[in-house]
C-alpha cells in the first residue's frame, strides 16, 4: 500500500532563516506531488504541484521555491524566511490528475 | 479558491443528520471530493463524485450535480467523532481546490 511521509512534524523558526520541508511518498511510481499551506482558521490553499521529476509548476508566487529531485520526493524551500509563512503546510499525492489526493501528517510552521 | 462555497458552521445533536452544501464553478471540472479534517490534522479522504447522483459509504453519502455546479455530503447518525472541519474540493483544469471547509459540532 502507498504510504507518504512529511517531516519534521512541528518547525520554529526566526524570520530571515532558510526552510527545508521534506516529503517522500512509498509504494507508487510516478505519483502527482503537491504542497499546500493552511492558515489558521483558512482554507487549504495549493503552492505547488508536480506530475514529474523537475517538473514543478507554481500557484502563488511567493518566497517559496518546490523541487522534485526524485520521483517520490518532494521538498519545499525558502531562502529567507517571513512572519506571513507561518501555518500548516501540507504535502499530498494521487494517482493521476484527477483522482483523490492522500495527505501527509503535515508541518506546523511558527516563524518568529 | 475558485469560488467554492460551503457553510463555515454547523451544529447537530448526537445521532441526528446534517447535511453540508457545497457549490462551484462548472468550467473545467474533473470530479468533487469531500474530506475531513480534525483540529490539528491533516485531511482524510472521504468520497469522490465525478457522475451526477448520489455515492454511499456506510454513515456518508455525496451527492453531485454538475449542470448545477453543487453537491452536497450527507452524514448520517451522528457521533461525537464526527465533529471535524469537512472540506468540499473541486478538481478544475486537474488542480485540487479547496473550499475553507465547514466545522460541524456535535453536541450529546
Known amino acids: 500500500s502507498q504510504t507518504i511521509h512529511q517531516w519534521p512534524a512541528t518547525l520554529v523558526q526566526p524570520v530571515g532563516s532558510p526552510l527545508s520541508l521534506e516529503c517522500t511518498v512509498e509504494?507508487?511510481?510516478?505519483?502527482?506531488l503537491y504542497w499546500y499551506r493552511q492558515a489558521a482558521g483558512r482554507g487549504l490553499q495549493l503552492l505547488f504541484y508536480?506530475?514529474?521529476?523537475?517538473?514543478i509548476s507554481s500557484e502563488v508566487p511567493q518566497n517559496l521555491s518546490a523541487s522534485r529531485p526524485q520521483d517520490r520526493q518532494f521538498i519545499l524551500s525558502s531562502k529567507k524566511l517571513l512572519l506571513s509563512d507561518s501555518g500548516f503546510y501540507l504535502c499530498?499525492?494521487?494517482?493521476?490528475?484527477?483522482?483523490?489526493?492522500?495527505f501527509g501528517q503535515g508541518t506546523r510552521l511558527t516563524v518568529v | 479558491g475558485q469560488n467554492i462555497d460551503q457553510p463555515t458552521e454547523m451544529t447537530a445533536t448526537e445521532g441526528a443528520i446534517v447535511q453540508i452544501n457545497c457549490t462551484y464553478q462548472?468550467?473545467?471540472?474533473?470530479?468533487l471530493f469531500w474530506y475531513q479534517q480534525h483540529a490539528g490534522e491533516a485531511p482524510t479522504f472521504l468520497s469522490y463524485?465525478?457522475?451526477?447522483g448520489l455515492e454511499e459509504k456506510g454513515r456518508f453519502s455525496s451527492f453531485l450535480s454538475r449542470s448545477k455546479g453543487y453537491s452536497y455530503l450527507l452524514l448520517k447518525e451522528l457521533q461525537m467523532k464526527d465533529s471535524a472541519s469537512y472540506l468540499c474540493?473541486?478538481?478544475?483544469?486537474?488542480?485540487?481546490?479547496f473550499g475553507a471547509g465547514t466545522t460541524v459540532t456535535v453536541r450529546a
Open positions: 499530498a499525492w494521487s494517482l493521476t490528475r484527477d483522482t483523490e489526493a492522500f
Open positions: 509504494g507508487t511510481s510516478n505519483p502527482n
Open positions: 508536480s506530475v514529474g521529476i523537475g517538473q
Open positions: 462548472t468550467s473545467g471540472f474533473n470530479g
Open positions: 463524485n465525478v457522475l451526477d
Open positions: 474540493a473541486v478538481n478544475l483544469d486537474y488542480k485540487l481546490s
